[in-house]
């Protein structure tokens, strides 16, 4: 996989308007106002197959907006990116659930969206439920679930298979100490066999066990690349001495 000069752009409305008319009217005579925000600026890197990748970085830092244009969810504004194989994400708990429907529905469901056939699914199924853990509730609608659980579900669902690409966005932060360890486990498994890992997390521990290398990201940047101990006792020391921190991104020429 590889990444280069990756730019983002938000555009931000900078006026208030209270009503669809006067937006329609301010439209029409072209009067609308927009701010341009770079959530990354010119992120370039290369990430060879098996390597399990952890992101630190404030918050509004790039680091989820990063894993959205690596899984295809939002397209950068400028640069190129060269993803191969199935890539297997969860950005955001319950992204991909119909609150609706059991979390064996859910599996089903799930899974499709990330190109399992239904035939694949059948023959997984009870194993997704025994690694989710999830026992009875597995019947239940998932908007009884707790944050918790539906991550306990969508971490099985994800690791049923092994993607090429697998992205975690902060999911093993709201587990219980023994799933965790067993999705550790997993990620490993996954590695061996070289699935390629990113993974958000504001748990240094997290990373140092899941990773061997680390980014750390800045005003959308990459301020710092290398191995998980060293970035992140760098990164621990920046963020108890606030007035250390990198500068801000420059803003990017039109």
């Not at 029409?28 to 197959?49: D, H, I, N, R, T």
């Not at 049923?160 to 697998?166: C, E, N, Q, S």
């Not at 890992?197 to 990201?217: A, G, M, Y």
């Amino acid at each position: 996989m590889r990444l280069d000069e990756i730019s983002l752009c938000y555009r931000l409305a900078k006026q208030r308007i209270p009503s669809i008319k006067e937006y329609a009217i301010h439209w029409m005579k072209g009067a609308l106002v927009y701010e341009k925000l770079w959530a990354l600026a010119e992120v370039s890197f290369e990430v060879q197959p098996g390597e399990r990748v952890g992101i630190v970085g404030r918050n509004g830092a790039g680091k989820s907006t990063l894993l959205k244009v690596i899984s295809g969810v939002l397209k950068a504004t400028r640069g190129k990116i060269d993803v191969r194989g199935k890539v297997a994400p969860i950005l955001e708990l319950g992204t991909g659930f119909d609150h609706e429907l059991t979390g064996l529905e859910n599996i089903f469901l799930n899974a499709l969206l990330l190109g399992r056939s239904r035939k694949e699914i059948e023959e997984r199924v009870d194993a997704i439920v025994e690694f989710s853990g999830l026992g009875d509730f597995i019947r239940s609608p998932i908007r009884n679930y707790s944050s918790g659980m539906m991550a306990r579900l969508g971490f099985s669902i994800a690791t049923a298979w092994r993607p090429d690409v697998l992205i975690l966005d902060e999911v093993l932060a709201v587990g219980d100490a023994r799933f965790v360890d067993r999705c550790e486990e997993r990620i490993k498994e996954l590695g061996d066999r070289q699935t390629t890992l990113f993974l958000v997390s504001h748990n240094p521990e997290s990373i140092r066990k899941s990773c061997n290398r680390c980014l750390w990201l800045e005003s959308g940047q990459v301020h710092a690349d290398g191995p998980p101990d060293e970035i992140l006792e760098a990164y621990e020391e920046a963020a108890s001495d606030p007035g250390s921190g990198p500068a801000d991104a420059e803003t990017l020429p039109e």
